[in-house]
Each structure stands twice: as C-alpha cells, then as structure tokens.
C-alpha cells in the first residue's frame, strides 16, 4: 500500500517538530526516516500511524484520506523503539493478541490463531521462545516478536521506530539484514526510523533526511551519499572536511589559499562553504606547490586496508582539523611523516553558498 | 508528546470526569461546607472562638507535642531505617514489616495499649512513677501516643532513599580520605535530609490533627491536656457546631499549608535523588 | 501525603550481609554499629512492640472466658457486622475511583494534572474528626440537606449512611496514591501498542494494564481495609454511639473502656490488632511479589 503525507504541520509547544512535511512512500518500498534525534522523524511515524495527530496537513493510505481513521483501524503494524511487549504475556500471546482483540464475528478460532502465530514464529525464526515471557528473551530476540506481533494483523504497511536502537553492534548488523531479507520475502510497505547512518544506508531502498522538521533529501542510499543535496545531508552522512572561503573566478579562497573548483554559477565574491569526502582529497608533498590548502600532517595511521592522516590547518586555518583517506601504497610512496608541511588538494569539490544552496 | 485536543488511549473523559465527580461529592463540596458555615459567625465571634484561652491551650498542645514528636521521631527513624537498610541481624524481616504497624492498627487500640503501659502500675509505669515522670493522664501522654503514630513516616519516607544509595560515593568520599562521620555528615545527609525532612513533616501533619490514639492517654483535662481535635468534637457535642466549624477552619487552614509544604519537599527530594516522588 | 505508605519494591532484604557491610569504605566500627542498632531496636520494642504485645496481654488477663464472652455479646457482633460493611462498601467505591483517577492522570496529559494529585491527598491531611465534622455539617440535622433528609424520613448522620461516608472520606486517597506513580513509572507503549493491534476500550485495560498494576492494586486495597476498618475519629463523630446500630469495633472498644470493662476492651481491641497483623502480613506478601515482577521488568528493560 502506498503512503502519501501533504503539508504536515506539527508543533509542541513553540517547538515547531514538523514544518510542511509532503512525502510519497510508494508500494513495497522500504524507507528510511534518518535524522538527529529531536529532527521530527518519530514523531512524523506516529503520525503515520495515527498515534500523533498533525495540526494540519493529510495522510493519504492508498490515495484515502486516513485523517479520521483511528489507529486500530488503518491496519498499520508499528514496532516500539523499546518494543512494547505484554510483560505479563507469553511470547505465544502477545503475538496471538491482535487477533485475539477482533471482534467476535472476525475473530479466528483458536487453532487457526495457533497456526498463524506458529508460523509468524517460524518466520522470524523463534518458534522455540512460544511459551517464554519478555523478560527472558535477548534483545534481539525481544526486537523479532515485537515484529512478528505487528504483523499477527496482517497491516497493510509496517512502521519501525529505530528498531535496532536499543541493541548491542553485533546484534544490531545481523538484525540490520535480517530485516532486509524479510522485507524482500514479504513485500510490505515499510518505514522505519533511525539516527545511524550506516543502517539506513544499508538496508533502506530510498533513504529520507530530515532536520529540524524539514526534509532535506530523498533519494536512493547512493544517490543521498554520492551526490548530498545541502550541507547538511554532507555533514550527516559520513565524515566529511569543510572550508570556508570566498569564490574567486574558477577557484575558491580559503585564507591565503586557494582550492581549485569547476565551472559554477555562483557570483565573485560570494561567501561559501564547501565540502570534500575524506577520500576525495589528495596529498601534494612539493613544498614548491602553491595550489591547495596548507595543512600541517599531526597524525598517519596506516593499519588497515586504507590509510588515514590526520592534518591540521596552518596559515588562514589554523585550529580547523582535516582528515584524509588514500591507499596504503600511495602512502607509502609518499612516505609522510608527523609534522611534516603539506597542501590539500581536492578532486572533487562541493561548494555551497552560505544559505546552503548548491552551486 | 502527546498533544490536547487527540489521544489515543481511550477512556479519558470517562475517568476524569468521574475522578472529579467522586472527588467534588464526597470531599471538595463538604469541605468547602466547613468554610461556609464559618462565615455565619462574624469576625469578632469568630476570632473570639479561636482564641478562647481553653482552645489556645490545646494549640499549644498539640503543636507543640507534635512537633517534638516529630523531631524525636526524626532522630530514631532515621537510626532505625538505617539499621535495616545497613544492617544485617536476626528477625530483620520481621521488624521490617512491623513499623508499619501503626499505619496498621487502629488508633482507638493503639490509645488503650498505651495507656495500660503507661498508667502508674502499667509495665512501663511502675518504673518510672517512682521516678516522679508520668506519662498517662499527662502531656507527656499525648507525646509518646504522637510518637506512636509518627514512627513508620519517617522510617518509610527515608528508607528507599537510603537503598538506592549509591555505596560509590561513599567509596569516593573514603578515597579522598573522609572519616567515616566527615562522609555521613557531608555526602550521605546532604542526600537523605529533603527525604528526613518530608517525612518529619508527614508525621508532624498526621500529629497535629491525630485523635483516638491520643484522647485514651492524654486524660484530657481542661487547659493542661486537651488537643484541638478533642475541641472540636467538645463544641459538637455541646451543639455549637459553629464554634467546632470555627477551630475546623483554623486547623485546616494549616493542612493545607503543610500540604503545600510538603509536596514542595517532596519535589525537592525527587529532584535531589532522581527519584519520583 | 501517603509517601511513607507507598510500596516500595525492591527493598526486599536479602539474606547474609548488606551490600553496605560488604564494602569496607560503608562499613561503620562495630561500636557504632552496635550503638545504632542498640539504640533504634530499643526504640522500636518500647514504642511499636510493647503496645501490641499489651493488647493481647491485657485481652487475656482474666482468662479465655472472659476473652471469648467479650467477643460474642450481641453489641460486639452487630459492631463486627457494621464494621465489615461499612469496609465492603468504601473499598470498592475507593477502588473503582483510584483506577479511574490514575488511568487518567497516569496515562493523559493535561492543565491542573498536579494540582488534581494534590486534591486527591487532601484526605490525608486532614484531620478524622474534621472527616467527621464536614458530613455533619452537610447532612446533620442543622446542615445544608437536614431539613429535606428530616422530611424524606432519611438519617446519614447518626446512622449507617454517615459511618459509611466517614469510612469512605478517611481512605479515600489510598488506590489512588498506590497507583498513580506505578502507572507513570510504566509509561503508555504498551498501552498504544495493544490499540495499534486493535484493542478497544475496556479491552486495553483489562488485557494489558491491569496485569501490570495487579499488586499496586492489592496493596492499595489492602491499606484501604486496614483504615476502613480501624477508623476511629471519624467515624466517633457521626456515629452518635448507638450500642448495637451504630458502634463498629473501634467505637465499641471506646465504651468498653469507657465503662472499665478493661478486659473486654482489650479483647475486641485483640480483634483488631490481628486484623493489623494480618494486613501486615499480607502487605508484607504484596511487596514480595511485586518485587520479584519489579525484577523482571527491570531485566527486561
């Protein structure tokens, strides 16, 4: 089932949660809400599932208006960030509870209730926790029944309120593909929310960022990662150094130095931000270079796959730090040391305008 | 978040309307009755009641005696609920769950027995009638039935705060080279004493207005040994209800300043340990 | 005001020694300790045990006869009867309102929340004779509703309507109070998850929160009875001590005293003392079990 959310408004207060939200999640997607904690994103959820109503602004469900469909009606599955599972319940009841609170003419006999909850058990593979109480079940394990119970109803869609947020890392990356499996079995239209970037990236179809109640991207994981729409998103996604400085014709200033860029359209003069990856930032040890930033090398840690260096900015930088990927066998050959007067040259350049729009 | 005007949960309206219902009926609407009836008297009528020398004596009674008997039942609730958190000994449990027992038993009981103890050859009494010290029929009386009933709100106000004490701060305090008292004094006390203070002023409200387990012991003599409450049940039964509405109104004017009082503690203690309520 | 009656789960002792003991930075000398524990343990055997023990003693002190006679005279059982019925009366209505009031204040947000809380704890503060007091001034016989209760032929105060509403007043706060802070504590996802999955009304209540809450109840009740039962002032005020219509077993102890039929006194007094261990006892139970499903919740989270 697809969901369509037009110009949602939500306020607490003076605090604006949500300003103007509209989205399209289309049929079998599974997308990713990523924000800072406090950027509206849970509370855009539960307003999906009508737990949170919206000051203004509609939820379409398949193109209906569900504004005045109550929760228990809108045949939504919603996981709890901590689960929310019946403590005083077996694992076997809480997931047989949804069918069990259908009124009696819906209702399933008992049998065909125990086969279904034998076989969602089965499915998220704990059909031998049946008899258990919450309590004496892993994390993991907790997280798995709370799905399996939100999908004992059959929702048209399913909503995950940062669902691995409250496990360990090992846990959390099997848990992370197990879920993508699932989704890719069952097909079910899914949102789920988290602030770890590294997940939604993983296991979202199509990844939504937002902050401070604004969306600031949508797009495939690799589109949001390779090509960041404000620099916000490049901030949030992955580590990132930033300058700012001035354009000046095809280059940018920063201090006394300057950084090539490509053709733009941004005005001479114009004050700008500009970001480049990690990797995307090239070592130059001539000391007779002019071009690029002047940094001076504080760090090298080459034990991995890749190397990184760590700089620090001198001249019109001084106090700003930088962080640069390369091979290690471009390391090597450049053989570099602490302490040792370097210039930085990007590959690859993003320049914003000072009121964040892209040039 | 939840917002004013949705909610999801049902039953709102029901139960807070009838909550406020229940609670208009049977405790607002007569409450508020005392107050009307004392306007039917005058000011000066009014003032006149209030402070009659009988019914002054019997302030200085019973707040005098009641806050003496929460002092007291400051200092030994204190030691007795930090012997049970810190302490292990024999029939611990037990004693555990018997300082509650004046939450438990009846007032009417608790002023027959102490009585007996005290009266002159009560077990207690014939120790100390020799002594020159009595206790029933006297103030002192009405001081040890207050104790009495005062004991369990200290001790059960103080207690949880003392289990969830932290023992590394103590740890801290000792590895910064703090005796022993130099920790309690400055790192354990500082913790506990909105809790001490609460519940100080727990069993100072349930002293000033208690009743049956006092009138037994206190003798109940005109000027020496009369508490408020016993004014005010003197007057009804003298028909002059609007004399007892008169000292109801002075002893409720001060409930509720001690209510307030001690939901400010309260506050306090939660925010100083963490802990609601 | 209930604080120092709230249950407090976890406090559950355990045996050996205490954490504190164990750790040589909370340990006191052995003389402090021994001074404390010396001190306080006196304490509480001269002003808690000995009362308790007296009743029984005094109750048995002209032998099981009298003991026994005292407890089957006809005024003594129609004080039992009026005793238990007023309690069967004011627990439920109690009961029934501390639920409704903490599912509200527990599970909703709105203005006045804490002054309603506040509200609520005004029983306890008040004096039991001014409990009394306030019913007599409404329904006596010179209050707002005594004329039309006199023309209707109807009597609440020196009569069982009155002891009733007395009982009702002085246990009022006690479910309540139990509950409100154990709701809050538990928050509203599993209530929100149980509508989510389609539970109506009643049925969120009584599937999820009333298993969660089943020992705060207990105990609320519990301390309710234990008031009802035992009111003394309250009650001494609208009653008007009619032997054998209008007496419960604390009233009926008062004139027994009051007569110098001490052993008597003592022995329905006895009645009552068991009562109060009883309920010790069993509030004693309660924490226990609360403190094993307070475990398991705290694992679980």
């Excluded at chain 1, 000046?248 to 931000?273: C, K, Q």
């Excluded at chain 2, 027995?113 to 206790?135: E, F, H, M, R, S």
């Excluded at chain 3, 808690?48 to 002209?62: Q, W």
């Excluded at chain 3, 005024?75 to 509200?104: E, H, Q, R, Y």
């Amino acid at each position: 089932m697809s969901i369509q959310v037009r110009n949602i408004h939500k306020q607490f207060g003076s605090f604006t949660a949500l300003d103007d939200i509209s989205l399209d999640f289309p049929t079998g997607e599974l997308v990713a809400l990523l924000g800072p904690s406090g950027c509206g994103k849970t509370t855009l959820l539960r307003i999906i599932a009508g737990l949170e109503q919206a000051d203004s602004g509609q939820v379409l469900l398949e193109g209906e208006d569900a504004s005045g469909t109550h929760v228990r009606e809108r045949q939504v599955g919603f996981v709890f960030q901590h689960y929310a599972l019946f403590r005083h319940m077996t694992v076997f009841d809480n997931v047989a509870f949804g069918m069990r609170m259908k009124p009696r003419s819906q209702r399933p006999s008992e049998k065909q209730i125990r086969d279904k909850v034998h076989e969602l058990l089965n499915l998220v593979q704990l059909d031998w926790l049946a008899d258990r109480f919450p309590s004496q079940l892993s994390g993991g394990q907790r997280q798995r029944i709370a799905l399996a119970r939100a999908l004992a109803v059959e929702p048209r869609v399913l909503l995950l309120d940062e669902p691995f947020g409250a496990l360990d890392a090992k846990v959390r990356k099997e848990l992370r593909r197990w879920l993508r499996k699932l989704h890719d079995e069952l097909h079910i239209t899914s949102i789920f929310v988290t602030h770890d970037q590294e997940e939604a990236l993983e296991v979202a179809d199509r990844v939504v960022l937002m902050d401070h109640g604004h969306v600031e991207q949508i797009g495939t994981p690799e589109e949001v990662y390779r090509h960041p729409a404000t620099p916000f998103v490049y901030g949030f996604l992955g580590s990132v150094n930033f300058f700012h400085g001035r354009v000046e014709g095809e280059t940018v200033r920063v201090g006394e130095d300057v950084l090539p860029h490509e053709p733009h359209d941004l005005d001479h003069g114009a004050e700008v931000v500009a970001f480049a990856r990690p990797h995307e930032l090239e070592i130059v040890t001539d000391p007779a270079a002019t071009e690029g930033l002047a940094a001076k090398i504080s760090r090298v840690l080459s034990f991995g796959v890749t190397a990184r260096v760590e700089l620090d900015g001198v001249n019109g930088s001084t106090g700003r730090h930088f962080e640069v990927e390369l091979t290690r066998e471009r390391a090597e050959t450049l053989q570099l040391s602490e302490g040792q007067l370097v210039r930085l040259v990007p590959s690859r350049l993003r320049v914003f305008d000072k009121k964040g729009t892209a040039a | 978040m939840s917002t004013t005007t949705f909610r999801v949960l049902p039953g709102f309206r029901l139960t807070l309307g009838y909550t406020l219902a229940y609670l208009s009926l049977l405790v607002l609407i007569p409450l508020a009755a005392v107050f009307l009836k004392t306007t039917t008297l005058g000011f000066e009528q009014f003032w006149s009641v209030v402070t009659s020398p009988r019914v002054v004596a019997s302030y200085k009674l019973s707040f005098g005696a009641s806050l003496l008997a929460a002092s007291i039942n400051a200092v030994f609730g204190l030691m007795l609920a930090w012997a049970l958190v810190r302490y292990s000994f024999p029939g611990k449990k037990l004693i555990d769950a018997l300082v509650d027992l004046p939450f438990a038993l009846p007032t009417a009981v608790a002023g027959i027995a102490l009585t007996a103890l005290y009266a002159k050859n009560g077990w207690l009494g014939q120790y100390l009638d020799p002594l020159g010290i009595q206790v029933a029929f006297k103030p002192l009386g009405v001081l040890v039935a207050l104790v009495f009933i005062g004991l369990p709100f200290v001790v059960r106000t103080v207690q949880p705060i003392l289990e969830d004490l932290d023992t590394e701060l103590e740890e801290a305090a000792a590895s910064l080279g703090a005796h022993r008292w130099q920790t309690f004094r400055h790192v354990v006390l500082p913790i506990l004493f909105p809790a001490l203070l609460t519940g100080f002023a727990l069993a100072f409200a349930r002293a000033v207005g208690e009743y049956g387990s006092v009138i037994f012991i206190a003798g109940n003599l005109p000027m020496v040994s009369e508490i408020t409450p016993l004014m005010i049940i003197t007057k009804l039964e003298q028909y002059d209800y609007a004399g007892a509405t008169a000292i109801a109104t002075v002893m409720l004017v001060f409930s509720f300043i001690l209510l307030l009082i001690i939901n400010g503690l309260q506050a306090w203690t939660a925010k100083r340990t963490g802990r609601d309520r | 005001m209930a604080g120092a009656t709230t249950m407090n789960p976890g406090s559950a002792g355990s045996r050996g020694l205490t954490r504190f003991e164990a750790k040589a930075a909370t340990r006191e000398s052995p003389l402090v300790k021994w001074t404390i524990l010396g001190v306080s343990l006196s304490f509480f055997a001269i002003f808690l045990l000995m009362p308790l023990i007296a009743v029984f003693v005094e109750a048995l002190r002209k032998g099981w006869e009298t003991y026994l006679t005292a407890l089957t005279d006809p005024d003594a059982l129609s004080a039992v009867k009026l005793t238990l019925l007023a309690a069967v009366i004011a627990v439920p209505l109690n009961l029934v309102f501390g639920v409704s009031a903490a599912w509200a204040i527990a599970k909703f947000e709105f203005r006045g929340k804490h002054f309603l809380i506040t509200l609520i704890d005004l029983p306890f503060s008040v004096s039991p004779v001014i409990a009394g007091l306030i019913y007599v001034l409404v329904f006596g016989a010179q209050g707002w509703l005594g004329p039309w209760l006199a023309e209707h032929d109807l009597k609440v105060i020196f009569a069982v309507p009155g002891i009733v509403l007395a009982t009702v007043f002085v246990t009022f706060p006690f479910v309540a109070r139990e509950l409100i802070p154990l709701m809050e504590a538990q928050g509203r996802e599993e209530e929100e998850a149980a509508v989510v999955l389609g539970a109506h009304g009643f049925q969120v209540f009584w599937h999820v929160t009333l298993p969660n809450i089943k020992w705060g109840l207990l105990y609320g009740v519990i301390l309710t009875n234990a008031r009802a039962m035992g009111e003394f002032g309250a009650v001494s005020v609208v009653s008007g001590h009619i032997r054998g219509h209008t007496n419960t077993l604390p009233l009926h102890v008062e004139i027994l005293y009051n007569e110098y039929q001490f052993a008597a006194a003592f022995a329905v007094a006895s009645l009552l003392a068991l009562l109060a261990l009883v309920t010790l006892v069993i509030k004693s139970w309660v924490e226990h079990r609360a403190a094993q499903a307070y475990k398991v919740t705290e694992d679980a989270s």
